[in-house]
């Protein structure tokens, strides 16, 4: 199973009523050690965010912070994340990335980011401008 998240989110109307059926089931987020509302509050998403009955009243950092909470609670075997964290300033970016560092201890993630500053959390490297693979460690 896998999982593609593209960088410009395409939200459908009901995307906020299936995400807090995700949130609402038993603890359900794949990253081990971590609650739903640990997730919720690392990343600042609040029940009015949850609560909001309108997708375009919500900001695009929003956006991207619950379409990475949608990635977590979703079960596959492979996600592909496209520019996951553009628009979201450094802390935020950080604290995805983290969150998907410790996703992908079980699952294969894989990030495609002009964002180097956190180049340092992850695996392998590939700068497809030169087609060299650096080790991330």
Known sequence: KTMYKAQSPYLETDFLIKLKQKLSSNNNCQ???????????????????????????????????????????????????????????????????????????TKLVVMISHDVEHHDIEDNIIRLSSCEVVDGS
């Not at 998403?45 to 009955?53: E, G, R």
């Open 31 to 105: 990253i081990a050690g971590l609650s739903n509302n640990d997730v919720l509050r690392l990343l600042a998403i609040n029940h009015q965010i949850l609560d909001s009955d309108k997708i375009n009243t919500l900001s695009g950092g929003e956006i991207k912070r619950l379409d990475v909470i949608d990635a977590i609670f979703t079960n596959r075997d492979i996600y592909l994340l496209d520019e996951i964290t553009s628009g979201l300033d450094k802390f935020l970016s950080r604290r995805c990335f983290d969150l998907l560092r410790k996703l992908a201890a």
